[in-house]
């Protein structure tokens, strides 16, 4: 064999040894130009619960960085026959799970603890949750006096409470909230971000370890205006002001804010500063509770998708992030594995896999698995 048949032997054998020591992330991130990610239910996450507990309505779920889920639900919205406060004179053994559960990514539970305690406030309907990079746990609630963000550890030792339940000062207040719905924390500046909500229109940040108040903004990156808006209309121009319910929060990797406008049907995105950067409507002519209810971004460093949870027409919009411009969707109602009865929430985890919360009468929590990419 002569010396050049072998330098090319040689330099094919590393060639293919580079190419099989390129980590599966990288892989699937060379993947991603200009393909579609694909998703299968899977109908055993999570496992039986222990100690026969029953999840009432889930109205939020995170992704911590070791890939554990971790949900908020409603205990109270269980019915008498489903584990309610009268389910125990049937002399059956069920009763609500706690009103926070972290699973494992095997659908195992690791953890569960929530309600009433010293010195903090537990809302009365519970909304929202998210794991932030110190692994703190941030819940709240949306309930008619639930105007406060709670802050616990893992274990649920409390750490902070921001706002007053039952005390709340209108959009431009700069201490209480108004109905909040969801929550961010932007590791880099340790400031968590909050959609003020049900009640109040508007984006504000606190800082993160002593919950003193940054800055706030309302639709567009304008001071927000609580007065009456006209109900929602596809044939109008855009509201000046977020809509009905300012519903969810995300921040990308490229240091973008991405705002639910729930009943605008449509995403503003801003700087960190409030400078508003760009918006998008998503199936624009749905009316009743709108469609833009809860994003979360693919895995790849790019972040080259977007997932919104859509609670009116029960699907997941895949969503190209740069623009928002819509590529597909999955889902559809119903109460099958894979279909949906209120999503309200979802999340994604490290691996691709989307995991999803429901209300109403949903109540419960799936996880559809990445598959490929179209």
């Not at 009456?228 to 009905?244: L, T, V």
């Not at 918006?279 to 998708?305: K, V, Y």
Request: proline share 6%; with cysteine; aromatic share 12%.
């Amino acid at each position: 064999m002569n010396k050049f048949k072998c330098l090319c032997i040689a330099v094919f054998i590393l060639l293919l040894m580079g190419a099989c020591g390129k980590s599966a992330k990288q892989q699937a991130t060379s993947e991603l130009t200009g393909q579609i990610p694909e998703f299968n239910v899977d109908p055993f996450w999570p496992k039986p619960l222990p100690e026969n507990w029953l999840l009432g309505q889930v109205a939020g779920i995170a992704v911590d960085k070791e890939d554990n889920i971790w949900i908020i639900h409603r205990p109270r919205s269980l019915g008498e026959n489903e584990g309610g406060p009268d389910w125990k004179s049937y002399n059956l053994p069920y009763s609500p799970a706690p009103p926070v559960v972290a699973f494992d990514p095997e659908g195992n539970v690791l953890k569960a603890w929530g309600g009433a305690g010293e010195g903090y406030d537990w809302p009365d309907v519970e909304h929202g949750i998210y794991v932030d990079h110190k692994n703190n746990v941030w819940v709240g609630g949306s309930g008619a006096n639930d105007h406060q963000v709670l802050k616990f550890t893992v274990e649920g030792r409390f750490l902070l409470q921001i706002g007053k339940p039952g005390k709340t000062g209108g959009s431009n207040d700069t201490t209480l909230l108004g109905r909040p719905t969801e929550y961010d924390v932007d590791p880099v500046n340790n400031e968590i971000y909050i959609a003020d909500g049900y009640l109040n229109k508007r984006v504000i940040v606190f800082d993160a370890s002593d919950g003193k108040y940054k800055r706030h903004w309302g639709a567009y990156g304008r001071t927000p205006d609580d007065s009456k808006q006209d109900p929602y209309d596809p044939a109008k121009p855009p509201s000046e002001q977020f809509g009905e319910v300012t519903h969810a929060i995300r921040i990308s990797n490229d240091n973008l804010v991405y705002v639910c406008d729930r009943s605008n049907n449509r995403i503003q995105v801003f700087q960190k500063n409030g400078t508003f950067v760009f918006e998008e409507f998503i199936a624009r002519n749905t009316l009743a509770l709108g469609s833009a209810w809860d994003i979360d971004f693919s895995d790849d460093p790019g972040q080259t998708f977007a997932y919104l949870a859509d609670g009116t027409n029960q699907c997941v919009w895949i969503l190209q992030r740069k623009d928002l411009k819509t590529l597909e969707r999955f889902g559809s109602m119903g109460r099958y594995a894979g279909q949906f009865i209120w999503i309200h929430n979802l999340a994604a985890d490290s691996k691709g896999n989307i995991y999803t919360a429901e209300v109403l009468t949903g109540k419960r929590v799936q996880k559809f698995t990445l598959t490929s990419y179209e």
